[in-house]
């Protein structure tokens, strides 16, 4: 367990409080709320870009709030694990959590039972980000565009390989969405890590990849591999050049990474509300949000009730295709 705290001035025995209180001294949640720390159940261990979402919002949201923000990483089950805590939390509140694509959508949707229910667990307060992917060939795939691309995987079916960091993640999913949109077949290799799935797309022993700009970007501008094409509905305003998929023939084409804010069902509306209003407004600040757009986030939040029901959408957008091509989790 990982703990952190974000405030203004914190007073030493927060922490106590937190764990001490009881949970139920109020007789309506919603009255004065918040009047002690809140804790915010981040799923996976420091690092990565959770770590970095929550390291940037984090002390913006504490000062909106007037009360300690705490940083409680609980890793394991990729992801599933810290969820299960925020699902059977008291919802009163003072236990939040970060959510993920992974948490809420991919992972539930191919591996079925992963200790909660995407659908029933949770109230929904804020999506934060969306973060596209990018589409990259090795130099010696000979295309330059995704027209191009799937051309030549029509010419040679089963013949050109993909990479990725395994099986269900963003990457992979990408790819299985673009070759049931186009009618193409190419093969999955995977990786224990999308980081070996790099090396390799550098070192040409595979040729396509779906990953994230940051881990590719310097080995384009090196010219070791080419970047083609951008997942989301809209290009990356990091990379403003890089056509989407969408705009590449494939219109209804969207695999984007995302991460929002949410609580255990039947936190009061009124405790929503006020959190909805607060983690907006400190995710739209400046600072935060030039912090994260210069690392390939756009920030989106939007209202409890728009992003229950996205992510409700991606939940069943991936359901239906890994029920489609069989897929099960590693």
Known sequence: MNIRLFAQAAPAAAWLMLAAMPL?????????????????????????????????????????????????????????????????AIPDGYTIGLAYIATLATNPAISGDV??????????????????????????????????LIALAKSKPGQLNYSSGGVGTIGHL???????????????????????????????????MFGGMSALTGHAKAGRLKLIAVTGKQRMPIAPEIPTIAESGYPDFEAVGWF????????????????????????????????????????????????????????????QLAQKLGLKSE
């Open 174 to 208: 990408s790819a299985e969405l673009l070759q049931q949109a186009a009618g193409i077949k190419i093969n999955h290799i995977a990786y224990k890590g999308s980081g070996q799935a790099v090396i390799d797309l550098v070192g040409g022993h595979v040729g396509i």
């Open 260 to 319: 929002g804010l949410i609580a255990p069902a039947k936190t009061p509306k009124a405790i929503i509300s006020r959190l909805n209003a607060e983690s907006v407004k400190a995710a739209n600040g400046a600072e935060v949000n030039k912090r994260l757009t210069a690392i390939g986030f756009d920030i989106v939040t939007s209202t409890p009730d728009a992003f229950a029901l996205y992510s409700r959408n991606e939940f069943i957008k991936w359901r």
């Open 24 to 88: 139920a001294a109020q007789s309506n949640p919603a009255d004065g709320y918040p009047s002690r720390p809140i804790r915010l159940v981040v799923p996976f261990a420091p690092g990565g870009s959770s770590d970095t979402i929550t390291r940037v919002i984090g002390p913006h949201l504490a000062e909106q709030m007037g009360q300690q923000v705490v940083l409680d990483n609980r890793s394991g089950g990729n992801g599933a694990l810290g969820t299960q805590i925020i699902a059977r």
């Open 115 to 148: 200790g909660y229910d995407p659908l029933k667990d949770f109230s929904a307060i804020t999506q934060l980000t969306a973060s596209a992917n990018v589409l990259a060939i090795h130099p010696s795939v000979a295309a330059s565009s995704v027209r191009e």
